[in-house]
DNA sequence: AATTAAAATTCCGTTTGATGGAATCCTTAA
DNA sequence: TTAAGGATTCCATCAAACGGAATTTTAATT
């Protein structure tokens, strides 16, 4: 087996540096890290060297370097994201929900970006995860937009698996549960991919994504009352592009 | 000295690996990044499995992975950048010349994204490059846009170093050309940083940002006639921020 | 189907870089 | 001044990275 070890303490250590906002000091990343001191210590100082992270100058601290842009040069999801950010950050503000972006990749959702609720209940998804598409309102709802022949081919390909209780197993409550995603405009689903909470969520095809979708991700307790529709129906209004345009903002 | 040498080679690929449009064999990796093949192939398995690189199912090669987004989610520069982008563009589109967005780091100027022209005649810099203020039309433009005492105190402490034969080496001359510069909205420079380029650069103080600039990087051969009166008329107004707005697109 | 060349992958003995407990050195606060 | 809590350096140990060479896989050609 292959080892590199010391280039995966790297890629943790940098993860954290970017999870963090502004800078930590080499206490607390010796401690979210869980490494020995001294490793911690020679790794961000060789991090540093190569520009990775840098030293806030004056503090003592650590945080990310300008390096890492180099690295987001390539993002081949850079559009997308650009695109659905305001829309996220609308929904975002109005509900004060978990707000997700992911993309069909696979058989696969993979989570691209996020906005979380400041609820001290809350789910995070990390960018970079995946999860199966159909256990997932995400999932679900790309799936569903995709050509009604492959969209069965990849139902046939599926052989689910219990994530949770609740996950869904048979292949026939999917296809019509896929039915219904596509009558409805929308997805949703409850506690079948993290016990408590819920999802409900759109694809971007009017928008010309359709591998690419949006989500509220609700604690399921929170998800009570006429709360649920509101979601809906301001899901299903982001969806159809006719949210009002919010482009170059004020700035100043 | 630390060495950690393991952890720069896995950037150099990773680098590599972004830079390149789609994916690339291992062959090629293996040449770019100038490492022994098994090293590279090693190096390759083991970002793998650390979900940074992916292997296109059915293919052989090897590109970026979906972790990167991780790295990604922290950018603290995301916002402007998607600011910009479409203004970028637009130059971009106009001139087809490299366009060039930077931030003053400190008394640095960080490149941050840039849009290159389709020109073989091009100066590219890459995102987390850094060059001195003094010596950049970026770098000039930010620090015009300080508060006079601010600007004053940087210039105190500047010791300039001759980067090029046309480089400006006199504190005073630094000094007369920065008033310059905030007198006329812009500032430019030519073959002081690079031979053979000349810049043209506005800040985005009027967006709200003012230690963020565009630039128009140019071979000074192409830079003759009419078109320099043409360029900073551009980079003005869009610094003006009345270029027209360019929120949501029609998408199909 | 057989042949072969090119590329990918694995092997493995060598060596180097990574490791982390302990000691030392700064800083900051009292 | 002193004490206390970090940050940094030391260094003996050892595992991990190294890369030339051998092997296997793949894809093209006859």
């Given at each position: 087996?292959?080892?590199v070890t010391a280039v995966g303490k790297a890629f943790s250590m940098?993860?954290?540096l970017v999870a963090t906002e502004r800078s930590a000091t080499l206490a607390e990343a010796t401690q979210m890290t869980r490494l020995p001191k001294p490793t911690a210590h020679r790794l961000l100082r060789a991090l540093q060297k190569l520009g990775y992270v840098s030293r806030p100058p004056g503090t003592r601290s650590y945080s990310m370097g300008p390096r890492l842009?180099?690295?987001?040069a390539g993002d081949a999801h850079a559009h997308v994201k650009a695109l659905a950010?305001?829309?996220?950050a609308k929904l975002?503000?109005?509900?004060?929900?978990t707000v997700n972006l992911g993309m069909l990749s696979g058989r696969e959702v993979l989570?691209?970006?996020y906005q979380a609720t400041s609820h001290a209940l809350r789910i995070v998804l990390r960018p970079g995860d995946k999860d199966p598409y159909y256990c997932t309102a995400l999932g679900r709802a790309m799936v569903s937009a995709l050509p009604l022949e492959d969209c069965e081919r990849i139902i046939e390909a599926t052989h689910p698996k219990r994530q949770t209780p609740k996950t869904l197993l048979?292949?026939?409550?999917?296809r019509s549960l896929l039915g219904a995603v596509r009558k409805n405009g929308f997805?949703?689903?409850?506690g079948e991919s993290v016990d408590g909470i819920s999802c409900l969520a759109v694809h971007l095809g009017q928008w010309g994504y359709p591998q690419y979708a949006i989500s509220l991700a609700v604690p399921t307790p929170r998800l009570k009352g006429k709360i649920r529709m509101q979601m809906v129906k301001a899901l299903k209004i982001l969806a159809s592009g006719d949210a009002a345009p919010s482009g170059f903002r004020k700035l100043s």
């Open positions: 087996m292959s080892a940098l993860e954290f842009a180099r690295l987001q950010r305001p829309a996220m975002h503000q109005r509900f004060n929900e989570y691209l970006e048979a292949k026939s409550s999917l997805a949703e689903e409850h």
